[in-house]
């Protein structure tokens, strides 16, 4: 089974972060979003890699050759970016020949049993339920339990059931097809050529594609639902095992933690939901819900619901106070 990873865009919600490295690399639990990704395809025994790169692309592919140098891994330049159905067009030579495909976007960590998706005799969307449908794509359902119908960012959605950027797909062909169709027709939606209107013409010609209802799924394109993946990611039972006692004296740890090697923390109290990259200093800090790049320096911080780049530094300020009764002091909220 080839994978096809799309990573060109350009991750504008997730600044500051996103001027200096593409999103799928920003770090989340012990890991990168791009690497939880591969490293879950591995697991369900994809082979073969191609990424679709476009902004900051030089990094994504010195990250994947460094980092997985075992994989088979092709490299295509979207330019220019003109949605996720261009993406896969520029790169349609990549899977033309094969029997089957699994698109799986760069930028969203979803939790499902992938053989069982590959194993399926159908097409598969994978999809959740969402309280805000009209953000997203969206799937509706026959009677008989296939889709009949996707729509992007529908303004009165008929289902809650949203894409989650999982797209198991049997007859490549078809797909290469009908995305030739939406670009010499110039069918686009909200100016972009879409994927979603590249499976309505699969589905309208006969395509059978089922719904693949995910676990957990975290569009990792906001600091909140990246602080949300993190969480739930250190709520693994490997993180919870970890003892970190001998490594950060004078040290409370509140689990789920995860702190990367060549790390010194001391007179600090670190967790819960704290993942901290490699090679970084913390010193008399209090951090919970947070994010910690590599290399970064902490000191006299008090953080919750933060996410810290690497290479970064804060140092924040200590006090030596002598107060007498009745005192208050309030260096704000």
Same mark, same amino acid.
Request: net charge neutral; hydrophobic share 40%; glycine share 8%.
């Given at each position: 089974?080839k ?5 060109? @865009?350009?991750g504008?919600?997730?600044?500051p972060?996103?001027?200096t %490295? ?7 639990? &012990? ?5 939880h ?7 369900a @025994?994809?082979?073969?890699?191609v ?6 692309g ?7 050759? %460094? !980092? ?10 979207q330019?220019?970016r003109e949605? /996720? ?7 349609? *030579?990549? $899977?033309s020949?094969d029997d089957?495909v ?7 960590i979803v939790?499902?049993d992938l ?12 999809? !959740? ?13 026959? *009677?008989?339990?296939f ?5 992007e !960012?529908?303004?009165?959605p008929?289902?809650?059931f ?5 797209y198991?797909?049997? *007859?490549? %062909? !078809?797909?290469?097809?009908? /995305? ?7 069918i686009?939606? %909200? ?7 590249a499976l ?8 059978k594609?089922?719904?693949?209802s995910?676990?957990?799924?975290f569009?990792?394109g906001?600091?909140e639902? /990246?602080l949300e ?8 039972p490997? $993180?919870? &095992? ?24 001391t007179?600090?109290?670190?967790g819960?939901?704290?993942a901290?990259? &490699? ?7 209090? /951090?919970?819900?947070?994010?910690? @790049?590599?290399?970064?320096e902490l000191?006299f911080?008090v953080? *919750?619901?933060?996410i810290?780049?690497?290479d970064?530094? $804060?140092?924040? $300020?200590?006090h030596?106070?002598?107060?007498? &009764? ?8």
């Open positions: 089974m994978a096809v990873i799309p990573v060109a @865009g350009v504008s919600k997730l600044r972060h996103t001027h %490295q593409p999103k799928s690399l920003v770090p989340v639990a &012990d890991n990168t979003i791009l690497g990704i591969i490293d879950k395809l591995l697991e @025994g994809v082979s073969e890699f990424f679709i790169i476009g902004y900051l030089e990094k994504v592919e010195r990250y994947v050759r %460094q !980092k997985y140098p075992e994989i088979s891994a092709e490299f295509v330049v330019e220019p949605g /996720l159905g261009h993406a896969l067009w520029v790169a349609r *030579h990549t $899977f020949e089957s699994l698109i799986i976007l760069g930028d969203a939790d499902v053989k069982a998706i590959i194993e399926a005799p159908y097409s598969v969307l994978g999809v !959740k339920k969402v309280a805000k449908p009209s953000l997203f794509g969206v799937t509706e359902m026959g *009677h008989d339990e889709v009949v119908k996707v729509v !960012k529908p303004k009165i008929k289902s809650n949203a894409l989650v950027g999982l198991k797909i049997m *007859h490549p %062909q !078809k797909l290469i097809a009908s /995305l030739q169709h939406i670009i010499t027709e110039d686009r939606t %909200q100016g972009e050529y879409h994927l979603t209107d309505m013409h699969m589905i309208k010609n006969g395509e594609m089922v719904p693949w995910v676990d957990h799924w569009d990792c906001r600091k639902t /990246l993946a993190n969480a739930t990611l250190l709520a693994r490997k $993180f919870r &095992d970890r003892d970190y006692s001998r490594l950060c004296p004078g040290c409370i740890i509140i689990p789920p933690v995860s702190i990367g090697e060549g790390c010194i923390v007179n600090s109290i670190i819960p939901n704290v901290i990259g &490699d090679n970084t200093t913390i010193t008399n800090c209090v /951090l919970s819900n947070s994010i910690i @790049g590599s290399y970064s000191r911080a953080m *919750h619901d933060s810290i780049g690497s970064a530094s $804060f140092k924040g $300020f200590s030596s106070l002598n107060i007498g &009764d009745s005192t208050e002091i309030n260096f704000g909220q």
